[in-house]
């Protein structure tokens, strides 16, 4: 079974950080992008970060831009997501999903993990003083 699953999330001053991991089961991150979203309450999910599988490519929403960094570890079957400068509109539950890479780049691969039927359950990140 095709499965990811995430940790991290927790509650953190603003200017803080936190990192969220995303592990996958019953498949590598060699075949697969994993992509993070976050939907916070009363809003929609939004795509927040990438990572191909084929080349290693990253995508950032202009929002966390500078902020979060994707990388993986292929040994762990591991995503992380390290996020600084945390801000309180950062609050919400983090997702992680994986869907193959698209042939047309980055983009569209974050764009099309939001149809992809893997799906995390979600951490909760909340960012208050």
């Known amino acids: 079974q095709l499965q990811v699953a995430e940790s991290g999330g927790g509650l953190v001053q603003p200017g803080g950080s936190l990192r969220l991991s995303c592990v996958a089961s019953?498949?590598?991150?060699?075949?697969?992008?994993i992509g993070w979203f976050r939907q916070a309450p009363g809003k929609e999910r939004e795509g927040v970060s990438c990572i191909s599988s084929s080349d290693g490519s990253t995508y950032y929403a202009e929002s966390v831009e500078d902020r979060f960094t994707i990388s993986a570890d292929n040994a762990k079957n591991t995503v992380y997501l390290q996020m600084s400068s945390l801000k309180p509109e950062d609050t919400a539950v983090y997702y992680c999903?994986?869907?193959?890479?698209?042939?047309?780049?980055?983009?569209?691969?974050?764009?099309?993990?939001?149809?992809?039927?893997?799906w995390g359950q979600g951490t909760q990140v909340t960012v208050s003083s």
């Open positions: 999903a994986a869907g193959p890479d698209s042939p047309f780049g980055i983009v569209a691969t974050m764009r099309d993990l939001y149809d992809y039927n893997i």
């Open positions: 019953g498949f590598t991150l060699d075949d697969y992008a």
